[in-house]
C-alpha cells in the first residue's frame, strides 16, 4: 500500500524557518511528480507547490514563491518543503501528495505547522 | 488564476436522501477537475477524476458530470459515510486551485 508520512511541523515564530519532510514507501518516488498542499485551520485545501520527477520543474502558488522551495531526493524516496520568512498566515497542516494525471492521488496524514510569538 | 466555486458550502441531509454539489470554474477547464472527499482529521480522498471518472473502490451511488465551467458531484441515497466535507479541484493550469468545499451534516 502507498504510504506517504510527513514529519517536521511544529510552532514557529513569525519570520522563522521550518523544513518539512515527506517519507515514500510502496512506490518509487522517481517516477512521479509530487505537491505539497496545506489547509489552514477550519478552512479549505490549498495547493502549495508540485515538482517533476527529476527535480527540474517546480511551480508554486503566489503566496509562497520566494519564500517556499519544494524538493526532493528520489534516492531518499524523500520530499523536502523549506518554509523561511514564515507568517501567522502559513499556519495550517501541510499535506504531501503523490500525483498522478495532473492532480493528487494519494496523500500523507499531515504536519501541523503553527506560526506564532 | 482560475477560481472554482463550490455550492452549497454547508447541505443538511438525511440517510437515504440523495444530494447535489456544483462546482463552477472562472474559465474553461475541459474536464481538468477531481473531486475529494475528506473527513475531521484525516487527509483528502480521491472519489472522481477527469469529471466523471469513479475511482476504483469508491460505491457506485457517487456519480459525476460535466465539463468546460460547470460540474456536479451527486450521491444517489446518502450514507452514514457519507457524512464528510467535498472539494472540487481544477488542475487545468498552475496554480491547481480548489473550491472553497461542501460540508454534508445530517440533518
Known amino acids: 500500500e502507498v504510504q506517504l508520512v510527513e514529519s517536521g511541523g511544529g510552532l514557529v515564530q513569525p519570520g522563522g524557518s521550518l523544513r518539512l519532510s515527506c517519507a515514500v514507501s510502496?512506490?518509487?518516488?522517481?517516477?512521479?511528480?509530487m505537491s505539497w498542499v496545506r489547509q489552514a485551520p477550519g478552512k479549505g485545501l490549498e495547493w502549495v507547490a508540485s515538482?517533476?520527477?527529476?527535480?527540474?520543474?517546480?511551480y508554486y502558488v503566489d503566496s509562497v514563491k520566494g519564500r517556499f522551495t519544494i524538493s526532493r531526493d528520489n534516492a531518499k524516496n524523500s520530499l523536502y518543503l523549506q518554509m523561511d520568512s514564515l507568517r501567522a498566515e502559513d499556519t495550517a497542516v501541510y499535506f504531501c501528495?503523490?500525483?498522478?494525471?495532473?492532480?493528487?492521488?494519494?496523500w500523507g496524514q499531515g504536519t501541523l505547522v503553527t506560526v506564532s510569538s | 488564476d482560475i477560481q472554482m466555486t463550490q455550492s452549497p458550502s454547508t447541505l443538511s441531509a438525511s440517510v437515504g436522501d440523495r444530494v447535489t454539489i456544483t462546482c463552477r470554474a472562472s474559465?474553461?477547464?475541459?474536464?481538468?477537475l477531481v473531486w475529494y472527499q475528506q473527513k475531521p482529521g484525516k487527509a483528502p480522498k480521491l472519489l472522481i477524476s477527469q469529471a466523471s471518472s469513479l475511482q476504483s473502490g469508491v460505491p457506485s451511488r457517487f456519480s459525476a458530470s460535466g465539463s468546460g465551467t460547470e460540474f456536479t458531484l451527486s450521491i444517489s441515497s446518502l450514507q452514514p459515510d457519507d457524512f464528510a466535507t467535498y472539494h472540487c479541484q481544477q488542475h487545468k493550469s498552475y496554480p491547481r486551485t480548489f473550491g472553497q468545499g461542501t460540508k454534508v451534516e445530517i440533518k
Open positions: 474559465q474553461n477547464i475541459n474536464n481538468y
Open positions: 501528495a503523490r500525483d498522478g494525471g495532473g492532480y493528487e492521488t494519494h
Open positions: 510502496e512506490f518509487s518516488l522517481r517516477n512521479y511528480w
Open positions: 515538482i517533476r520527477q527529476d527535480g527540474n520543474e517546480k
